[in-house]
Every structure is written in C-alpha cells, then in structure tokens.
C-alpha cells in the first residue's frame, strides 16, 4: 500500500519563498506529482519526478529523494493567486491511478 | 477548460433517488478514472478504466455503479445513497495508465459537488 503525508496549512507572505513538503511510502515508486487545486475547481497538474533532483518549471520547482521517500515543491516570488491546496500524489508500479496526499492549503498574506 | 467536462456541477438527491453523474473527456486519452474528494481527506481512488474495460474498483459500496461506453465518456450511477456519500466527485483522465512511463498525468474535471438528504 501508499502513505503519503503533508502538512495540512501553510500560510506565507506575498513575494516571499514557501516550500511544502511530502513524505511518501511505496511498494514500487513510479514516479510522483504536484497538483494545484483552488477552492471549487479541478486540480492542474503542475510537475512530475521520477528521478532524484529538482526539477524547475518558472516560479514553480519540485525536488525528489527516493531513497528518503522525499518531495518537495518549491514555489518562488508567491503571488496572492497562489493561495490554493497543493496535492502530492504518487504512481506505484502495481497500481495504475495515482493515491493522493490529503493536500496542503497554502495561505498567501499581503 | 480542462478537456475533462463532468455534468451536472451540483446535484441534491434523495436517499432513495436514482441519479447519473457524467464525464466526458475531449483529449484523446484511453483511461479514465472517478475519484472521490470529501472534505479535509485525500482524493479516494473509485474506479479506473482503460480502453472501456474496468480494471481497478477500490472496494466501492455497491450504491456506485460506473459505466464506460466509449473511452471518452465515463458514467457514475447513484442509488440508495447515505449521507455520508456527500462529497465532490471528481473524473479524470490520461493517456495510458503508467506501466513502464509513469509519467501520465490525470486530468481532471471540475466535479460535481454532490450532496445527499
């Protein structure tokens, strides 16, 4: 089976750096996702590791440690429009959907 | 837009209605997936379906019953439901479900927010 955890609320201040975490456990890790979700709307995809390292997209990086069953997404320059619920989900290679963390809810303050 | 439409957004039914929640998908993707998102838990995985064919059910209360004609729609039939199964559900899709590139993200619908009395 999966395990995922992840702080349940995060509050940062506009303009600064906010890095949430996630802790994973897995049978067979096959790669692991980020996804946003602002209240009401459909999660959107934001990155994808499957091999150790940071991987950066704009504003947006997510970093993987397998070993340490570790991720995390880094989001820089925050902008009031990045207040949402972060989701970390992760792939098993016996299974074919994704099993979501319970998501974190970032809080962005002027 | 997403590509991924669920209909209706909203939905009050009784315990003894019977009603459809539908999903289509515009991406060309081959699985489909229902999940359901109650407040303050993970995404539950319900079912998934790969080329019109189920092949995951997480131990979902008979209540629930999917049907996939086609791979671009996906169906969730609702009878008898309890309260608790009040939530918002949410349909995916993607193109492959994993297998050696895992690197097949879900895309997902806006839900419908469903809410049983």
């Known amino acids: 089976g999966q395990n995922i955890d992840q702080p349940t609320e995060m509050t940062a201040t506009e303009g600064a750096i906010v890095q949430i975490n996630c802790t994973y456990q897995?049978?067979?890790?096959?790669?692991l996702f980020w996804y946003q979700q602002h209240a009401g709307e459909a999660p959107t995809f934001l990155s994808y590791?499957?091999?150790?390292g940071l991987e950066e997209k704009g504003r947006f990086s997510s970093f993987l440690s397998r070993s340490k069953g570790y991720s995390y997404l880094l989001l820089k320059e925050l902008q009031m429009k990045d207040s949402a619920s972060y989701l970390c989900?992760?792939?098993?290679?016996?299974?074919?959907?994704?099993?979501f963390g319970s998501g974190t809810r970032l809080q962005v303050q002027p | 837009e997403t590509g991924v439409t669920q209909t209706p957004r909203h939905l009050v039914m009784g315990m003894t209605n019977k009603k459809s929640l539908k999903c289509e998908q515009h991406?060309?993707?081959?699985?489909m997936y229902w999940y359901k998102q109650s407040a303050k838990k993970p995404l539950e995985l319900m079912f998934v379906?790969?080329?019109?064919?189920?092949?995951e059910n997480n131990s979902v209360p008979s209540r629930f019953s999917p049907e996939c004609p086609n791979s671009s729609h996906l169906f969730l039939h609702l009878h008898t439901l309890q309260p608790e199964d009040s939530a918002l559900y949410l349909c995916?899709?993607?193109?492959?479900?994993?297998?050696?590139?895992?690197?097949?993200?879900?895309?997902f619908g806006q839900g419908t927010r469903l809410t049983v009395v």
């Open positions: 590791n499957v091999l150790d």
């Open positions: 379906y790969s080329l019109e064919e189920r092949v």
């Open positions: 897995t049978s067979g890790f096959n790669g």
């Open positions: 995916a899709s993607s193109l492959g479900t994993g297998g050696s590139n895992g690197n097949t993200e879900a895309f």
């Open positions: 991406l060309g993707h081959n699985a």
């Open positions: 989900a992760v792939r098993d290679t016996g299974r074919r959907a994704l099993t």
